[in-house]
């Protein structure tokens, strides 16, 4: 059940009896408020109530949970975020972890009362947590509670270090996903330039107009992916490499025009929209044009089921390779 959230709202005794029996688990919860009237909003109905019940009960029986908490500012923010928190950090002693995510809101919202995060909003947020965990340092249960990548992103602040997510158990939630990807760039970096100086080869940032390359990416992606480039171009100047301005290295961040809203992660990106991208910049003449496999579904299809052959009849140069720091730096430190 890992990656997928569940509400609890809908279990019947029987249902909790097999998952204490059989020790399912962990089980990934969406638990948002302990706040009746605001889970009513949430939820939309007035039945959900009982899942509170529910996840005490599992967690008596020790079963373990990860618990999500999506953020909507002016509904279960504040006091109530600091409520759901007091909640969770004091009264379960089986929750590995607790993060919390902001609402994500398309372009199709009709609902007014949702508001999504901004900069200002980002900051004040993290600002927020970081004096709740100090306040609270005592409690052991504080350290388990996370902010998703985009809260980070959005303050255009640094993430947290590496060592701070602990056993990564959301990180197919967005959090310690962009802390963990640079964190094996640096790792990695040294052995590609090794190898790269022992072979007398060039780096693709060597202003040959033959290594064009096109990294496809979300709005919040391209942030991620700077920061990797500067820790690359850092290292390859303290290895007296030629220096180098990434000219022939692009971030293309593809706005979501087909979600809209505040949609910018690169999972959700659709077929549609990268296509629109690689039309508008293909004149440059890119000898590569990376797009990340996560994209794709496991039936191999985007969000709008466009398929990977579908992509690369745009331009023969398209690539799909895996989202990790390895394949990223294998593309940048080879000529194939």
Do not use: W
Request: charged fraction near 25%.
């Amino acid at each position: 059940m890992h990656g997928n959230f569940i509400t609890l709202t809908n279990l019947t005794e029987k249902d909790i009896k097999n998952i204490v029996k059989f020790k399912i688990g962990p089980l990934y919860v969406s638990i948002h408020s302990f706040n009746e009237e605001i889970r009513n909003k949430l939820f939309g109905n007035n039945k959900n109530i009982n899942a509170l019940e529910n996840l005490k009960v599992l967690d008596n029986n020790a079963v373990r949970t990860n618990i999500q908490i999506v953020l909507c500012p002016g509904i279960n923010d504040m006091d109530d975020l600091q409520n759901t928190l007091d909640n969770l950090t004091k009264n379960f002693k089986k929750i590995q972890s607790i993060g919390i995510v902001p609402v994500g809101i398309t372009g199709y919202n009709k609902n007014k009362d949702l508001k999504s995060y901004d900069k200002n909003k980002s900051k004040a947020l993290i600002k927020s947590i970081e004096e709740y965990k100090q306040k609270n340092i005592k409690n052991k249960n504080i350290k388990k509670i996370y902010l998703s990548d985009e809260f980070y992103i959005m303050a255009e602040k640094e993430f947290p270090d590496y060592k701070d997510y602990g056993r990564f158990l959301q990180i197919q939630n967005g959090i310690g996903k962009s802390a963990d990807f640079l964190n094996k760039v640096e790792n990695k970096l040294q052995k590609k330039i090794n190898l790269l100086i022992k072979n007398r080869t060039s780096y693709v940032t060597d202003n040959n107009t033959d290594n064009n390359i096109l990294i496809i990416t979300s709005e919040y992606g391209k942030g991620v992916l700077e920061k990797a480039f500067n820790i690359i171009n850092d290292r390859r100047k303290s290895n007296n490499l030629m220096a180098g301005t990434n000219a022939n290295i692009r971030i293309a961040a593809v706005k979501n025009n087909f979600f809209g809203g505040n949609v910018k992660t690169t999972g959700l990106l659709t077929g549609t929209d990268i296509i629109k991208t690689i039309e508008k910049l293909a004149a440059e003449g890119y000898r590569k044009i990376l797009i990340p496999d996560c994209i794709f579904n496991n039936n191999g299809l985007t969000l709008d089921d466009y398929k990977v052959n579908s992509l690369k009849r745009v331009n023969s140069a398209v690539k799909i390779i895996n989202e990790s720091a390895d394949a990223l730096l294998n593309e940048l430190f080879c000529q194939n």
